[in-house]
């Protein structure tokens, strides 16, 4: 199995308007169940939010005119993990977002279901775009 692997979702709405969205983190409990948080708070340079496996930290790249959300999300634990995500514009009123799982040290299994959730958030986040 591939040590990346790409989740994608096609929203219909514009790239600006997906990425306005997704990038806010007040928004990120209505859509990425990964974190399921609530109560979430802005902390100098980054977020939290509380989450099924306690506070959670969430740093996004700075606000872009490209679409790149990259986003690191550290653990109770101190674990932090990087991850790479797009929202690329198709035409006037569709766009792409690819969001993509490392492997590192994961079993074929986790990793498989890491891809699954990302995609269901992924699903949320059309569904909820998608009926503004």
Partial sequence: MSETRHVTAIIDRPANEVYDFA??????????????GTDVQHEV???SMNTPMGRV????VPENPYGVLDHSVTLP????????????PLDEQRSEVVFTLHRGTMADEEFATDAEAVAEDLAELKQILEQA
């Fill in 23 to 36: 990038r806010d983190p007040k928004n990120l409990p209505r859509w990425a169940s990964g974190l399921g």
């Fill in 45 to 47: 340079e980054q977020w």
């Fill in 57 to 60: 930290l969430i740093s996004f």
């Fill in 77 to 88: 634990s101190g674990e932090s993990t990087l991850n790479p995500m797009r929202v690329i």
